[in-house]
Nanobody, 115 residues
């Protein structure tokens, strides 16, 4: 499984960005998909998760109400809509997939929230 993130960039506080993660594989609909992030000089942390189908999304408390994770199984893509961005959201954002017992990571996309 290969994961390719896109959509990062520089945005002002209060702004929005939408990250995308395109996945390879013919069984994408069965993957558990997540977003993680790694702020500067900090450990990687969980952001959001969406189950394979029909499940409820989960969010870190720090992003709840501001970020929305979604997926389009027909396009093999998972999204992270980020609204009301804050400087503390600055990080490299990583896409993660779990298929059976295997873990896969994307290369990351940088998000900088600054005026």
């Amino acid at each position: 499984v290969q994961l390719v993130e896109s959509g990062g960039g520089l945005v002002q506080p209060g702004g929005s960005l939408r990250l995308s993660c395109a996945a390879s594989g013919s069984t994408f609909s069965s993957y558990l998909m997540m977003w993680y992030r790694q702020p500067p000089h900090n450990k990687r942390e969980f952001v959001a998760a969406i189950p394979s189908a029909g499940g409820v999304a989960h969010y870190a408390d720090s992003v709840k109400g501001r970020f929305t994770i979604s997926r389009d199984n027909a396009k093999n893509t998972v999204y992270l809509q980020m609204d009301s961005l804050k400087p503390e959201d600055t990080a490299v954002y990583y896409c993660y997939a779990r298929e059976n017992l295997n873990d896969y990571w994307g290369q990351g996309t940088q998000v900088i929230v600054s005026s």
